[in-house]
């Protein structure tokens, strides 16, 4: 996701667009729609799973496989695009969508948020279905124009995502309920192998550009096996494959992951939160490995291990993306204040509550639920209250993005 943290200025100057800011690139509209849903989608799922509210017409699909489809196919998904169609404009040196395309293509995921709860279940699906493959081959045909085959699989990784999507959706529409919750569970893994593959390159880089005297130490080895053993643990774990074997794969992702991050010294980052965001969005890939593994054996619950990836690894390192490249592609410095701060905060608090409480106090998992979903909640308004101005207005530099 990860493909989540930087993407530089452009390199070259361009056309000249001249219509909505918003729709100028593909963060502007994808960020400001992901946030906002994030936000309301947690609180919605909170206030039904505690039992506080009862909505007279929920979800056609109910109300936990709605969470798992959302939160994945939905919220995750929209920043996907948005990093991608940013980065890509810088890969190429081509113009990503903008203007109409752009916005056809936000409306296509907002029209399908809105079916994903109201129905009826036939057009919801057919919307839903369509969004990540018309994205997937838009990127592709940029990258192909450009002979940018080195990001190919990018583009190829995106179009799994949607045929998981369509996967799920099969799955619920023919009555496997769990083999849908298996490819949720898939796409979850899938984001986890982009913040593992992005997330090793440019976290290292980051760190050292802003901590001075830091030392970034690489393990040829570990560096050669992290990316084949996460994928591995990923397909053991969504396969179902026998306990002993996905506990084995997940925990040696877990000790690959943790002698990475270990050789990157996060200890000097906390007081530069712009980059420690980042280092803790990686410590949860070793902790949601091993809680993976723990999981398999019987130790504990399968839900909270998946949590350790999705609001640990996931939403903090989304939260460090969509600060980190708005700011940059906003024409801003890359320096943060409060606001971002007190963000950063309540994200990584959503992650150790839902993750921890659970484990520890099992008998308070409901309100570490409603406690993490509250914490993740306010994290995304702050970010909503100072960045949507920045997404809404043209560049302060009056450069095109």
């Known amino acids: 996701m990860s493909v989540f943290l930087q993407i530089s200025p452009p390199s070259r100057p361009d056309a000249g667009y001249r219509g909505l800011p918003v729709l100028a690139l593909?963060?502007?509209?994808?960020?400001?729609?992901?946030?906002a849903f994030g936000a309301l989608a947690i609180a919605a799922w909170v206030a039904i799973y505690a039992g506080w509210w009862q909505p007279a017409a929920q979800p056609w699909m109910g109300a936990m496989a709605w969470h798992a489809h959302e939160m994945v196919f939905g919220f995750s998904a929209a920043v996907v695009v948005g990093f991608l169609f940013t980065?890509?404009?810088n890969w190429t040196g081509l113009q990503t969508p903008q203007g109409t395309w752009l916005g056809a293509l936000a409306g296509i995921w907002v029209l399908a948020r809105v079916l994903m709860w109201t129905g009826p279940a036939w057009a919801a699906i057919a919307v839903d279905v369509a969004f990540l493959p018309l994205c997937s081959l838009t990127f592709y045909r940029i990258l192909r124009r450009a002979n940018s085959q080195r990001n190919f699989g990018l583009a190829i990784a995106l179009g799994v995502m949607g045929a998981l999507n369509i996967g799920f959706h099969v799955a619920m529409a023919t009555g496997h309920i769990g083999a849908a919750f298996h490819a949720s569970e898939a796409a979850t893994g899938l984001v986890a192998i982009f913040v593992t593959v992005i997330g090793g390159r440019v976290?290292?880089?980051?760190?050292?550009?802003?901590?001075?005297g830091v030392r970034i130490r690489r393990v040829a080895a570990v560096e050669k096996a992290v990316i084949g053993l996460t994928l591995l643990a990923i397909i053991a774990h969504a396969v179902q494959a026998p306990a002993l074997m996905t506990a084995t794969l997940a925990l040696g992702a877990a000790g690959a992951h943790g002698i990475r991050l270990a050789g990157w010294d996060p200890l000097r980052t906390w007081r530069k939160p712009i980059v420690s965001i980042l280092h803790l969005a990686y410590a949860f890939l070793p902790i949601g490995f091993a809680l993976i593994g723990g999981a398999a054996l019987g130790w504990l619950d399968a839900s909270t291990a998946l949590h350790a990836l999705t609001v640990g690894v996931i939403g903090c390192a989304i939260m460090a993306m969509v600060t980190r490249t708005a700011l940059g592609h906003t024409g801003r410095r890359l320096e943060t204040g409060r606001m971002e701060h007190l963000?950063?905060?309540?994200?990584?608090?959503?992650?150790?509550?839902?993750v921890a409480v659970p484990i520890w106090l099992p008998a308070?998992?409901?309100?570490?639920?409603?406690?993490?979903?509250?914490?993740?909640?306010?994290?995304?308004?702050?970010?909503?209250?100072?960045?949507?101005?920045?997404?809404?207005?043209p560049r302060i530099?009056?450069?095109?993005?």
């Open 26 to 35: 593909g963060f502007r509209p994808f960020y400001l729609l992901a946030a």
């Open 87 to 89: 980065a890509g404009k």
């Open 203 to 212: 976290i290292p880089m980051f760190t050292a550009n802003a901590i001075p």
């Open 343 to 354: 963000a950063y905060l309540c994200i990584a608090l959503s992650a150790l509550v839902r």
């Open 364 to 393: 308070f998992k409901t309100h570490a639920i409603a406690a993490a979903g509250l914490f993740w909640v306010i994290a995304f308004l702050l970010y909503l209250v100072k960045y949507t101005p920045y997404l809404l207005r």
């Open 397 to 401: 530099d009056g450069k095109e993005g």
